[in-house]
């Protein structure tokens, strides 16, 4: 039996690339047809009814029209439209960032309902008002859990032997954390402190009702920012582009206030 000409499902827009005078190309997180895309005719016309359900960040019910090489948008109806997360320039570029990590992460067509589903709960904390930081490293520590990528925190990734309570190291390519032997034998890795290893095993293994309880010093913040973004790159290959808008507003929230002068978008995310 043929499959259907038309479907729907579920989806959230995690990038939109101008094609023409009007048209536009969506990129969807979907929970079981994984990253696609799809073709929306005459989407940036004001007279678009689609236009509204269909927002970078917005999570929506989205119809379909299967095509020879890319499927057609041929309805739409918002679930959720996260306007508080739009409406804040810090929490949109959160957002935005969130987003292009999905969009590396995932596999085109490829179902991966935890992703989905981490993506929704987190543009959720982001628009409900929960520490947008927190918010940002437990996606991002379970972003790498939903695509493979799992760090090991709980023993020497070279011995294998249980991890003390000391300072221990770290390295993206080894994959994780090793213990002093190791690193004297291997000769490099990055010094982790101990609050910092257990920050990371404590978000990687809690939910995160249980996780958000627990409050960071801005030194130890900044640690476990940066051991994650360094994974991130690591596995990525590249650098993220969003991350680096993100740097910048936040020099700028720290000299001139909460309300930074706004930067350009990063295109790559723009409509």
């Known amino acids: 039996?043929?499959?259907?000409?038309?479907?729907?499902?579920?989806?959230?827009?995690?990038?939109k690339t101008k094609l023409g005078e009007a048209d536009t190309i969506l990129t969807f997180m979907t929970?079981?047809?994984?990253?696609?895309?799809?073709?929306?005719?005459?989407?940036?016309?004001?007279?678009?009814?689609?236009?509204g359900h269909l927002e970078l960040l917005t999570h929506s019910t989205v119809a379909f029209a299967k095509g020879r090489n890319i499927d057609t948008i041929t309805g739409a109806q918002t679930i959720h439209a996260f306007l508080p997360l739009k409406e804040d320039l810090w929490l949109t570029a959160c957002g935005v960032y969130v987003a292009e990590l999905v969009n590396h992460f995932a596999s085109e067509h490829q179902e991966n309902e935890?992703?989905?589903?981490?993506?929704?709960?987190t543009l959720s904390r982001l628009s409900d008002g929960e520490d947008p930081a927190f918010a940002?490293?437990?996606?991002?520590?379970h972003l790498l859990d939903t695509s493979g990528y799992r760090p090991q925190l709980r023993e020497c990734v070279v011995c294998h032997s249980p991890l003390e309570p000391q300072v221990n190291f770290f390295s993206p390519a080894a994959g994780g954390l090793f213990c002093p032997s190791c690193r004297d034998r291997q000769g490099f890795g990055q010094e982790v402190s101990l609050n910092a290893q257990k920050?990371?095993?404590?978000?990687q293994g809690n939910a995160y009702a249980a996780a958000a309880r627990i409050r960071l010093e801005n030194d130890l913040a900044r640690e476990v920012e940066?051991?994650?973004a360094q994974?991130?790159?690591?596995?990525?290959e590249r650098e993220v582009r969003s991350a680096a808008w993100l740097d910048t507003l936040r020099d700028?929230?720290?000299?001139?206030?909460?309300?930074p002068k706004t930067p350009e978008m990063p295109e790559t995310s723009a409509d």
């Open 231 to 236: 994974l991130l790159r690591y596995h990525l």
């Open 114 to 121: 935890p992703l989905f589903y981490l993506l929704v709960e």
């Open 31 to 51: 929970p079981r047809l994984g990253k696609t895309q799809g073709f929306g005719k005459s989407l940036r016309k004001t007279t678009s009814r689609m236009a």
């Open 1 to 15: 039996m043929p499959e259907p000409r038309n479907y729907q499902t579920e989806a959230v827009v995690i990038k």
């Open 199 to 203: 920050v990371l095993r404590y978000l």
């Open 252 to 259: 700028q929230m720290a000299q001139f206030g909460p309300k």
């Open 136 to 141: 940002l490293r437990y996606f991002e520590i």
């Open 226 to 228: 940066a051991l994650l």
